[in-house]
């Protein structure tokens, strides 16, 4: 402002500062230049990648996934169409496993340490102390290459012998345990299953809404799962009476495989549109107050943009970038169906459930497992193991905070009213308990998914070093680093969807 | 406390006050007699019982299992001995090796600055060294007593076998006579403890303070001593042959070393205690922190590498560069903090980033040559110009701002000189650092280049300035989304395929870059909860005096927010720390590698893999654990939650 003169106010309002002290003009220029910026360094960065790979005479592109890689996966589903894409896949398929198989069972192990680092009994808490401060301080990759050793060191595997023999049989091919899988008629079953789940909500209600008007307890979870149980072994035996599903999901994917890919790519961008148009209401309407639109910052503004502009993206993608989505679209949908179908197939039926218990085959000249138990090859429990027992420390860790911090009056009030001590966790400590361990649960979950990746350490064939081999091979390097980006960008976002998902059931409705 | 005047605090010579550990202290309960006290801690119910005798059993099981495999005759324990150098150093000359040396003692020097300047002065309550004392007896009588007999050796020193192959052993009765060594020192350790133990009165005992800091170096100088007395053997791998000679004591070159570190410790930190309530000392604590925050670069790129200074080079072309850099900066810094220069200030500052972000442009399309350090040069310069209008006021506070440029600028130009001469030492390998040192190297630059990228994510993140907002929280989530593992691919494999051309990255760089980004994201995580903490009234106030958004944040958000964060920061230091062990798969010679591969491979030692393994997680905890005590002590201390 100038100093020899003084102002009125209403000059001193109207008057405003010069463009490059102007609040907004500096705030949306840096934000506009630091863009630019990102930008052209990121356009910098790959012009320069095109033109080494270019001089190293390596093509761009994704066609390798349709190649024949010449790779021998050893373990995981049949790697039938010998392809780069099928050979992902395998991986991919070898990873969710990891992961599903290590957080059922890193869970179980961490709720047992944790709370046993709780228990009154002096050794067990030491214990559980003990096991958490010892594997958590040790690098995951450290431990599984130890446990990799161990198992190498075992003895080799003989006809008769393992801890218990026909069971459990430990070697140094790994380990190997009964194993169970869905069999023939399963999925006729899970119909069976679902027709249960339905009507025995519909008891459970019932159950309920008695329970509430009477006072009297009517076990509404009980019954839900009596009724379950019940159609459960109903179907065990009546499950082919499903057969007939097979052919009409035939049917519906006849249907779906002729819809025209115009259609698809309508449907998409309206769809775009409409969640765009919906999101930018539905904002605008929250802003409203009884005296009209509330003031919108330049934050605002900017979401509402950057929905049209999503919105926008999707069409273009979807017309322009890569046209080929909406066959890609409807062939999928047609072969899901086509599998489902198959699944389903008249003449399919037999116990819905199976298993085998492990064989010890003699192959060449030295005996190994044979395909009929669950094997746990060697460089597989290794990653599994060192994943599991990692991860449970951490948990174990999360568990007993949520238990601590549950307040303590909540357990006298708990004792006051009489609660019994079961009663009084189940209703009373656990449920509170749970919502604060939730979270950081979901993020040790994440961690888990991503450490199977250490598999590569110890050649297990899980999807980065699928794609680590493919890169050796076809010096792909950025696009299979983009299908690894894709691939665990889609887990995290899953696992954190189902986080999220029990921390709104959980959360707590306050007045 | 009823006497006021017992313990050490009465005889402490230096008259050290003992009341803030007393404060520190948790709270315990007076002990109970052993006989209650099992009856409540592990005989409440049948439940409980059951419970204690079956843990009971599975934790002796395992103790004897792990005894019986650590010293079983079948365990190489030389594999780690002989290799303990390689472990460490990897390949470093042996006739250079005094730089080592010289490393570890500018760190350990500095360390005990550090404990004299800063440490507050606590002890362990009495109650608890008897309790260790009496622990380590009964474990080490117990591990006696569980291990299986040891092997009779045969003529030729293996064990003798009997007709199936079993290995012979002892009588039982033969073996523990054989431990008598182990015996007496089970009986020391619990005769001391138990003698401290009933030496007090219940009160006294837990309210007696044995000082921490003469513990620790005492404990240190009788390891220390132990070099000198005892006959570890010497066991080493110099050049091409491997030494045993089990019958001395450690080899001169490792004795006289920790020997003179030991001592070097110990007058560090008395020098440190000198300095503390003089009136220089906060002086000295910023000095220690400037070395501290120094000795990293000076260290790995002065010390150990040794570069081969080319002095005609350095006449002809960096000492002008530097000097005319330190005079030419300093001077366009002490004009533009000029009072009442206003907006050609801004003006001259924006224009010389403009100059310094056209001079990499130019690069990139070769119009004119440059040597990169000058570049880096004028982006420094024009950084300060852009700060120097906070500077702005007396010639004192001016000159102060130009002497900072000065030093900063001799420092920066000094090791870039340093990091681009060649390196003197011949190794066999590209990298002259390996094993543990590689994996110390990745880790502390990662932590100094992910420290301000984090911050500033984080500050991007909680930023209202939408772009700013989005761009942050897609690097963070994209990189938090991803394993480690295929960063570190991407890195090791690709990212010389995006840099400028003739610009190259070692293997060990480019994966230090990309630990850093990708720790920047955690790091980022950490910090952004500690800005969340600040509260709203922080930032109201510090509108109402009238501070710019970047002193606010300067000066107001960001030391609250950091120091609300400083736990957390600390266990993402301990994960950092833990996956450098990555390295190992992509391909580096670091700690991990050479114990899973390298040692496996050497002739003597084929496929001998545990005890190396084990060796490296017994390192690793050891790091890890301490820092994660440290951690939780300094929650404790700053009191994080509880205000």
């Known amino acids: 402002m100038s100093d020899s003169s003084s102002p009125t106010l209403a000059a001193t309002q109207s008057q405003r500062p010069p463009f490059y002290r102007d609040a907004v003009v500096v705030k949306w220029l840096t934000q506009v230049a630091t863009l630019l910026l990102v930008l052209a360094a990121l356009f910098f960065l790959t012009t320069r990648a095109g033109q080494e790979l270019a001089a190293k005479n390596i093509s761009t592109g994704y066609e390798f996934l349709g190649v024949n890689p010449g790779l021998d996966l050893s373990e995981g589903i049949d790697t039938d169409p010998a392809t780069g894409g099928r050979a992902l896949w395998v991986g991919m398929v070898n990873t969710i496993r990891l992961a599903i198989a290590g957080i059922m069972a890193a869970t179980a192990l961490g709720v047992i340490v944790g709370v046993g680092r709780l228990s009154g009994n002096w050794i067990v808490s030491k214990l559980s102390s003990l096991y958490i401060e010892l594997v958590r301080n040790v690098p995951l990759l450290v431990q599984i290459f130890l446990i990799f050793a161990v198992i190498a060191a075992l003895p080799r595997a003989v006809e008769d012998q393992g801890p218990i023999h026909g069971w459990i049989h430990l070697s140094n091919k790994g380990l190997s345990v009964p194993r169970v899988f869905p069999g ?278 899980d999807l980065v070093q699928v794609g680590q081999t493919l890169f050796s091979q076809t010096g792909k390097s950025i696009e299979i680093f983009s299908i690894w980006m894709l691939f665990y960008l889609a887990c995290s976002l899953s696992i954190s969807a189902i986080v999220n998902f029990f921390n709104v059931r959980l959360r707590l409705v306050e007045r | ?281 906060g002086r000295l604590k910023v000095l220690v922190n400037l070395a501290w925050l120094l000795s990293p670069f000076i260290l790995f790129w002065v010390v150990l590498r040794d570069p081969a200074i080319d002095w005609a080079h350095v006449w002809s072309t960096d000492l002008p560069m530097a000097a005319g850099f330190v005079i030419g900066g300093g001077a366009v810094l002490y004009g533009l903090t000029r009072p009442g220069i206003g907006e050609v200030g801004r003006v001259i500052a924006v224009g010389l980033l403009a100059f310094a972000g056209f001079n990499w442009v130019a690069a990139f399309a070769g119009w004119y040559p440059m040597l990169q350090k000058a570049r880096f040069g004028f982006l420094l310069l024009a950084l300060a110009a852009l700060l120097a209008p906070n500077f702005t006021g007396e010639r004192a506070q001016r000159l102060r701002l130009v002497w900072g440029w000065a030093g900063a600028m001799t420092v920066v130009q000094y090791l870039v000189t340093m990091a681009n001469t060649e390196s003197t030492l011949n190794t066999p390998t590209s990298e002259f650092l390996g094993g543990f040192s590689v994996t110390l190297f990745v880790a502390v630059f990662t932590l100094i280049f992910s420290f301000p990228l984090g911050v500033l994510l984080a500050l991007g993140r909680t930023s209202k300035l939408p772009i700013f907002r989005v761009l942050s929280t897609a690097y963070i989530e994209a990189m938090r989304g991803i394993p480690l593992i295929t960063v570190l691919f991407f890195f090791a494999n690709m990212l010389n395929l995006f840099l400028p051309q003739n610009m190259e990255l070692g293997s060990v760089a480019a994966v230090t870059v990309g630990f850093s980004l990708f720790a920047a994201a955690y790091l980022a995580e950490n910090v952004r909860g500690g800005l969340q903490a600040v509260g709203r009234s922080q930032y109201e106030a510090s509108d109402a005096v009238g501070l710019t958004t970047v002193q606010r944040t300067m000066f107001i958000v960001l030391p609250q927010g950091l120091r609300v964060s400083i736990p957390p920061l600390v266990g993402q230091v301990i994960s950092t720390f833990k996956e450098t062990s990555l390295l190992a798969v992509i391909g580096i010679f670091d700690f991990l590698f050479l114990a899973n591969r390298a040692i496996p491979s050497q002739s003597e030692f084929l496929g001998v893999k545990r005890e190396g393994l084990l060796f490296v997680s017994i390192v690793y905890w050891i790091f890890a654990f301490s820092m994660s005590k440290y951690s939780q002590r300094l929650e404790r201390r700053l009191g994080v939650g509880e205000r």
């Open chain 1, 184 to 461: 023939d008629g399963f999925y006729q079953w899970l119909v069976f299953l679902g027709i249960g789940a339905v009507v025995g909500r519909y008891v459970a209600r019932r159950r309920r809404r008695s329970q509430e008007l009477t006072g009297r307890d009517a076990y509404p979870v009980l019954w839900l799962l009596a009724v379950v149980a019940a159609f459960g072994m109903a179907g065990w035996w009546l499950h082919p009476v499903f057969g007939w599903l097979g052919p009409v999901f035939a049917v519906v994917a006849d249907a779906v495989g002729a819809v025209p890919p115009g259609a698809v790519q309508a449907a998409i961008s309206l769809g775009a549109l409409a969640a765009a148009g919906w999101w930018i209401k539905r904002f605008v309407d929250s802003h409203r107050t009884p005296a009209g639109l509330a003031k919108l910052t330049d934050d605002d503004y900017f979401r509402m943009i950057f929905a049209g502009v999503g919105a926008g993206l999707v069409i273009v993608t979807v017309f322009v970038v890569w046209p080929g989505l909406a066959s890609w679209v409807v062939n999928s949908g047609r072969d899901l169906f086509e599998v489902v179908s198959d699944k389903f197939g008249n003449g399919r039926s037999g116990p819905p459930i199976d298993g085998h218990r492990p064989d010890i085959q003699k192959l060449g000249n030295f005996p190994n497992y044979g395909p009929a138990g669950l094997n746990f090859t060697q460089g597989m429990a290794a990653v599994y193991f060192g994943v599991v027992l990692y991860t449970a420390a951490f948990i174990a860790e999360i568990v007993r905070g949520g238990i601590l911090a549950v307040p303590r009056g909540q357990t006298e009030a708990a004792q006051a009213v009489g609660l019994r001590r079961v009663t009084m966790l189940r209703r009373v400590i656990l449920p509170q308990a749970f919502r604060i361990i939730m979270p950081p649960l979901g993020n040790q979950y994440l961690n888990l998914t991503k450490n199977t990746s250490l598999a590569i350490a110890v050649g297990y064939s």
């Open chain 2, 1 to 281: 406390m009823a006497d006021p005047h017992f313990g050490l605090e009465r005889h402490d010579p230096e008259g050290f006050s003992l009341t803030a550990a007393v404060d520190s202290a948790p709270p315990d309960e007076p002990s109970l007699p052993v006989g209650e006290w099992l009856r409540k801690n592990l005989f409440s119910s049948p439940f409980n019982t059951v419970l204690t005798l079956v843990f009971t059993v599975v934790a002796l099981a395992g103790l004897r299992g792990l005894l019986n495999f650590a010293f079983s005759e079948e365990r190489n324990w030389d594999a780690v001995r002989v290799n303990l150098r390689l472990l460490f150093t990897q390949a470093y000359p042996e006739d250079q090796y005094i730089r080592v040396w010289v490393s570890v003692g500018i760190v350990v020097a500095l360390s005990g600055l550090s404990l004299g300047l800063w440490a507050r002065l606590s002890g362990v309550p009495v109650a608890r060294v008897a309790m260790w004392s009496m622990t380590a007896g009964g474990l080490i009588a117990l591990g006696v007593v569980l291990r299986e007999p040891s092997a009779v050796s045969g003529p030729d020193g293996d064990p003798m076998r009997d007709a199936a192959g079993e290995v012979i052993r002892q009588s039982f009765g033969a073996a523990m006579g054989d431990r008598i060594w182990w015996w007496l020192a089970a009986a020391v350790l619990f005769g001391v403890g138990a003698g401290l133990w009933r030496g007090f009165e219940d009160e006294r005992r837990r309210h007696t303070y044995v000082p921490t800091i003469p513990l620790v170096f005492g404990s240190l100088g009788v390891v220390v001593a132990t070099l000198w007395l005892y006959r570890w053997g010497h066991y080493a791998f110099t050049g091409n042959e491997f030494v045993y000679e089990p019958d001395r004591t450690a080899a001169l070159s490792t004795k006289l070393p920790w020997t003179v570190m030991w001592l070097l410790l110990m007058a560090s930190w008395a020098a440190g205690r000198q300095g503390r309530g003089t009136p220089a000392e």
